[in-house]
């Protein structure tokens, strides 16, 4: 028995862990062992990557397969960390056409949550970008998927948190980039509409996003940062930069848990404070930052998760359609601010529909916070969650802990195709983690 | 060979034991060098895998996969002969921990796991060495164990086959000991790999592969005879070989 939980640690839960050190393994335990799902590097926030009675550690899959320059397409194994393919592939001028917040997730783990980036609304999600997989279903068979083979079941695997069966391995693009630095430009919103209106204005930019201070109240609430981003070319660099410049963050560390009243109204409310200023004063001007600093910037900073102590954290992220956005997003501050404990992460930014099955983004805005978890939060999230599903918004699963089985329902209309697809290879029931349990899947 | 093409042809680098952790950091550091990499293995398909990976990460496309199987000892011949060139270092990482418990009670499970870690290795080193000692040079590393340095209760049967290991090491090395001809005995301690996948390391004693890997590349420049990876294992088996038998037989370690 392991104990296992999410990056936010709550919940905390314990189960068999086996590891699969090649994908025939892989295979024959999603085929055998009940309740099954893989599970990475566990970035995934609350209880998707546990499994409702086994686990299977995937990271022993962790071997690259071919590179195809002409056509851009890198093949591994599931279990390869991105972090590795950017470390590998950077310096010979190619970066994924997605990443999320963090470099140490698995391949496996970014196509099983369709992960999004700063860029999904030109350049759509990581699923977007993946040219097949192969995947180890619990009859036994091994299919190879892709838009144009098995497309139900590609599809439904793109965003399916491994609930169709294991990801042994997959093809993905790479683009090309001149350099490893970004050109990023700094933007001020005074206020929640402003914001709105300053992510419309940038979202001709490659990469967009706005940090928002969650406490900010009254005429400032939903004050935010935002933050505009372009890959620099070789001619924007001063003369004398490396081109592809190595990892430097990682150096940090959190070395134990800290206390859950560190994290309290004041402190927060000062870091954010500061974090505002700090940005307001680059109002308008450009930078060039390098790509770790700027797609993964708590990477810098290892165990980060300790910081809310060993009660844990849960990450709620909500996307609302459009025209309900600025409203619904507003009554959210409003609500969160008023609890008091908010959070250092608390991002928006403006999403483009998805294309798997079961992927989070659609049209509209979406909200990412951190909040400490307390048996407190529970019906302040319940207030919050019906706010989304009244405005037709959904919550990100490979964030989610807490949402209930009908705010699922309600958020993710291609369920029922879902669910019947899951009949069909024989997953239901077996192939189970906490999440699908407690979302009633 | 020709001092010229020495230069200009990739040094060549033989793997013995390539789907094994330390094995593929081993070839995969020599890789990064520009080194021609040949992985030897039972389990070919094992090794093409890490061959892919290698190949894909580096960019380097001098790589490839031959069989050996460590207990056909008359193959060994053949398969050195097959080689398309002599290497100018031969890495020997084969190994088997097995079960002691079972070794106890099942010789043939003993015998495997002996004639593993010593009587294989031992004897294609021995061939390995007359071929680099008719050409004037190489390297030969083997890595052995430290378990090897005294027997225990709880694996001396994997133990007494690494000692038997070590001990033909050192004496290749000393017979070798005025040619161009390197002998390097490599005790890595505990290393996490799928060997130690089930077991508790005590963290300070525990290196990665990629360490026991860059200790190894490091004999190209810098030659030894006994490598512990980590220092602090040279000072641990002292003192564990310092201890009276009469002491040491009543101990659980």
């Known amino acids: ?441 | 060979m020709t001092e010229t093409d020495r230069h200009t042809t990739p040094k060549r680098l033989l793997v013995v034991g390539g789907t094994s952790d330390i094995g593929r950091a081993v070839a995969a550091t020599y890789a990064a060098r520009g080194w021609h990499i040949t992985l030897a293995a039972r389990d070919t398909d094992g090794a093409e895998r890490n061959a892919d990976d290698i190949r894909t990460r580096s960019g380097a496309h001098q790589i490839d996969v031959k069989h050996l199987d460590i207990l056909d000892t008359n193959s060994f011949e053949p398969f050195l002969d097959g080689l398309d060139a002599l290497p100018d270092t031969v890495v020997c990482v084969v190994g088997m921990l097995g079960d002691q418990t079972r070794a106890q009670e099942d010789a043939d499970h003993a015998t495997t796991v002996m004639r593993t870690n010593f009587e294989g290795p031992a004897l294609l080193l021995e061939m390995v060495a007359a071929r680099f000692a008719a050409r004037g040079h190489g390297l030969i590393v083997g890595v052995s164990s430290v378990a090897g340095d005294r027997g225990r209760a709880s694996n001396y049967v994997y133990g007494a086959g690494k000692a038997g290991f070590s001990a033909y090491l050192s004496g290749l090395r000393n017979r070798l000991a005025k040619t161009d001809v390197h002998v390097a005995t490599v005790k890595p301690g505990f290393v996490r790999t799928s060997m130690t996948a089930d077991m508790d390391l005590i963290g300070p004693l525990t290196a990665e592969p990629e360490a026991v890997a860059d200790r190894i590349a490091a004999l190209e420049t810098r030659p030894a005879d006994i490598v512990y990876v980590l220092r602090a294992w040279r000072l641990v088996m002292f003192i564990i070989r310092a201890i009276p038998e009469s002491i040491f037989k009543k101990l659980s370690l």
């Open chain 1, 1 to 441: 028995m392991k104990d296992l939980s999410g990056w936010g640690r709550y919940p905390r839960l314990s189960g068999p862990l086996g590891k699969a050190r090649d994908m025939g393994p892989a295979a024959t335990a999603t085929a055998t062992l009940p309740g099954v799902i893989a599970r990475g590097l566990g970035r995934s926030y609350g209880d998707a990557a546990i499994g409702r009675d086994n686990t299977i550690d995937a990271t022993g899959l962790n071997r690259m397969q071919s590179f195809d320059p002409n056509t851009g397409i890198l093949a591994v194994e599931a279990g390869v960390p991105l972090a590795d393919i950017i470390d590998t592939f950077l310096p010979q001028g190619y970066f994924p056409c997605a990443v999320p917040g963090t470099r140490f997730v698995t391949v496996g783990g970014m196509i099983a949550s369709d992960v999004h980036g700063k860029n999904q609304h030109i350049h759509g999600t990581f699923g977007d970008h993946v040219a097949w997989l192969m995947l180890a279903m619990p009859d036994g068979r091994v299919m190879r998927c892709s838009p144009h083979e098995n497309a139900e079941l590609f599809k439904a695997t793109i965003g399916g948190m491994g609930l169709t069966g294991t990801i042994l391995s997959a093809g993905f693009r790479l683009k090309q980039v001149e350099t490893g630095w970004i050109r990023q430009t700094t933007h001020v919103a005074a206020n929640l509409g402003e914001a709105v209106r300053l992510l419309s204005q940038t979202a001709n930019a490659t990469y967009t996003v706005a940090w928002i201070d969650v406490l900010a109240r009254g005429a400032s609430l939903g004050r935010s940062l935002i933050l505009e981003g372009e890959h620099a070319t070789a001619d924007d660099l001063p003369w004398g930069d490396v081109r592809f410049p190595p990892s430097t963050n990682g150096r940090l560390a959190v070395p134990m848990d800290m206390p859950s009243w560190l994290l309290n109204g004041m402190t927060v409310r000062a870091f954010n404070e500061l974090y505002y200023r700090n940005g307001a004063r680059k109002a308008g001007q450009t930078t060039t930052v390098p790509w770790d600093s700027y797609f993964f910037p708590l990477d810098g900073i290892a165990h980060w998760n300790r910081i809310y102590g060993r009660r844990g954290f849960v990450q709620h992220q909500c996307v609302i359609p459009e025209a309900k956005a600025e409203g619904v997003v507003s009554d959210i501050l409003e609500r969160i601010s008023s609890h008091g404990a908010g959070s250092f992460l608390a991002v928006i930014k403006r999403l483009a529909p998805g294309s798997g099955l079961m992927s989070f983004p659609m049209e509209g805005l979406t909200l990412a916070l951190d909040i400490p978890f307390n048996e407190k939060l529970k019906p302040l999230l319940a207030e919050i969650d019906a706010l989304v599903v009244a405005a037709g918004g959904r919550l990100y699963l490979a964030k989610d802990a807490t949402q209930s089985p009908a705010t699922f329902a309600a958020g993710y209309p291609n369920l029922d195709r879902f669910k019947a697809l899951r009949d069909e290879i024989g997953a239901t029931g077996r192939m189970a983690s906490k999440l699908s349990e407690r979302l009633g899947l």
